[in-house]
Antibody, heavy 116, light 110 residues
Framework: QVQLQESGPGLVKPSETLSLVCSVS????????WIWIRQPAGKGLEWIGR???????DYNPALKSRVTMSIDTSNYHFSLRLTSVTAADAAMYYC??????????WGHGTVVTVSS | QSVLTQPPSASGTPGQRVIISCSGG????????VYWYQQLPGRAPRLLVY???QRPAGVPDRFSGSTSGTSASLAISGLRSEDEADYHC???????????FGGGTKLTVL
């Protein structure tokens, strides 16, 4: 069973860049999409985007201008960069695997606070 | 404001059948499969129902999904206390070129 674990700074200053890494274990990264989803406290889920093992990526249009995702299948991790953060970007950030049928495996999530 | 619309809350007593709705449009639910995720308190979401009412291993058949036009629903029969959770619907939106979610429904077992 594949396992995912998010890591990164829990506190980011306004206007700065949020960077998170998702480490993958227990399975190959090949032939899958790897995604980031976030959930502000008390609110619903928001798909941020996905990166394929090949490096191809797609982003939520609402965030596209600020998001970059990358992947390193040899070292079993993929990353999220979100620039120019504001208080609206404060949330629980999850990484997950898209097996083509569903988001079938999720990390536990990491809380990101935006504050000076 | 979520693209898909879910009621913020639902409730039932043990043993009851509860239905949670998810409303969308032609570019999302009307043209794509709907997925349901269960999020227990303080936990990450987990896949509950996918494609045409398929369930991953370990999900009991008390959970079932259906779609009609631009609306979907999740039915939970034989309600149990451990079903108390948030439930999220999701699908792909052809116009937005993005996955979209509902705002989530908090299910309380009375």
């Amino acid at each position: 069973q594949v396992q995912l674990q998010e890591s990164g700074p829990g506190l980011v200053k306004p206007s700065e860049t949020l960077s998170l890494v998702c480490s993958v274990s227990g399975g190959s990264m090949d032939n899958y999409y790897w995604i980031w989803i976030r959930q502000p406290a008390g609110k619903g889920l928001e798909w941020i985007g996905r990166v394929h093992a090949s490096g191809i990526s797609d982003y939520n249009p609402a965030l596209k201008s600020r998001v970059t995702m990358s992947i390193d299948t040899s070292n079993y991790h993929f990353s999220l960069r979100l620039t120019s953060v504001t208080a609206a970007d404060a949330a629980m950030y999850y990484c997950a695997r898209d097996d083509g049928d569903s988001f079938d495996s999720w990390g536990h999530g990491t809380v990101v606070t935006v504050s000076s | 404001q979520s693209v898909l619309t879910q009621p913020p809350s639902a409730s039932g007593t043990p043993g009851q059948r509860v239905i949670i709705s998810c409303s969308g449009g032609r570019s999302n639910i009307g043209n794509n499969f709907v997925y349901w995720y269960q999020q227990l308190p303080g936990r990450a979401p987990r896949l509950l129902v996918y494609r045409r009412n398929q369930r991953p291993a370990g999900v009991p058949d008390r959970f079932s999904g259906s779609t009609s036009g631009t609306s979907a629903s999740l039915a939970i029969s034989g309600l149990r206390s451990e079903d108390e959770a948030d439930y999220h619907c999701a699908t792909w939106d052809d116009s937005l070129r993005s996955w979209v979610f509902g705002g989530g429904t908090k299910l309380t077992v009375l």
